[in-house]
């Protein structure tokens, strides 16, 4: 059952770290917030700042894990446990890869509501098995 959606403001910032290079993104957009079978859920349109133009991401978060989904130009299901690792596929418009995630540590802080304030999820990307980067994603909700 989808509930109401509320306007939000995103403050989403990412930090990658690879053997090259460190970098970092940050930027701030509008969304949707809603709860969605016993989940909160924030969605919103990706522009060229992320590199993902065109896209819509929807990013889900209960007891048990983060779930963040991409569809557009971008498709993919990538999922976050605390010590887990997970596998998914990648789809770009310049091909589709396999990648695995590993999951060091996801935290959430919620409001009076239950409803996510922010979300930080500390990763590491895996693509052909090798260890490609070290990864966190924060994003800060607010009303």
Request: include cysteine; charged fraction near 30%.
């Amino acid at each position: 059952m989808t509930e109401q959606r509320k306007k939000v403001w995103l403050s989403i910032s990412g930090k990658i770290k690879n053997e090259e290079d460190k970098e970092t993104l940050e930027f701030l957009t509008e969304g949707d917030l809603y709860k969605e079978n016993n989940r909160s859920c924030v969605t919103y349109i990706e522009s060229e700042v992320s590199g993902m133009e065109g896209t819509t991401t929807t990013v889900c978060v209960d007891a048990e894990k983060v779930s963040v989904i991409r569809l557009g130009t971008t498709n993919s299901i990538m999922e976050f446990e605390t010590g887990k690792r997970n596998l998914t596929w990648y789809s770009t418009p310049y091909g589709d890869v396999t990648m695995g995630i590993f999951t060091k540590d996801v935290f959430i802080n919620y409001n009076d509501e239950k409803e996510p304030t922010r979300v930080s999820i500390d990763y590491n990307i895996e693509i052909e098995g090798v260890t490609n980067s070290q990864n966190v994603l924060n994003i800060k909700i607010t009303q």
